[in-house]
Nanobody, 123 residues
């Protein structure tokens, strides 16, 4: 099992940037595929980005390509989501997601979730 704790959310003006972090418990972080999802009020949770175990391959939803970057530091048990050129439609609770066997979001979400961190982008 792995426990995930997100941080880094907040209020930012449109065009601004935020970096989210997700720290995982345990010694096997490098064995997990990691991802980020988000859920806006009244909407379903949606996939945002994912990264392979070693960090060499990444996936993004089309709406964030070129603006968001997912990365990981296996030595620190941490995955990041750098969000630039933020838009009001990026406002949501952002969740960290992990899975041992498959890439979160490609077919389904992973097995483990964090508690979420709120991102609010004002216009």
């Amino acid at each position: 099992q792995v426990q995930l704790v997100e941080s880094g959310g907040g209020l930012v003006q449109a065009g601004g940037s935020l970096r989210l972090s997700c720290v995982a418990s345990g010694r096997t972080f490098s064995l997990y595929f990691m991802g980020w999802f988000r859920q806006a009020p009244g909407k379903e949770r949606e996939f945002v980005a994912a990264i392979s175990r070693g960090g060499g391959t990444t996936w993004y939803v089309d709406s964030v390509k070129g603006r968001f970057t997912i990365s990981r530091d296996n030595a620190k048990n941490t995955v990041y989501l750098q969000m630039n050129s933020l838009k009001p439609e990026d406002t949501a609770v952002y969740y960290c997601n992990a899975d041992r066997n498959s890439v979160p979001g490609l077919r389904a979400a992973g097995d483990y979730w964090g508690q979420g961190t709120q991102v609010t982008v004002s216009s």
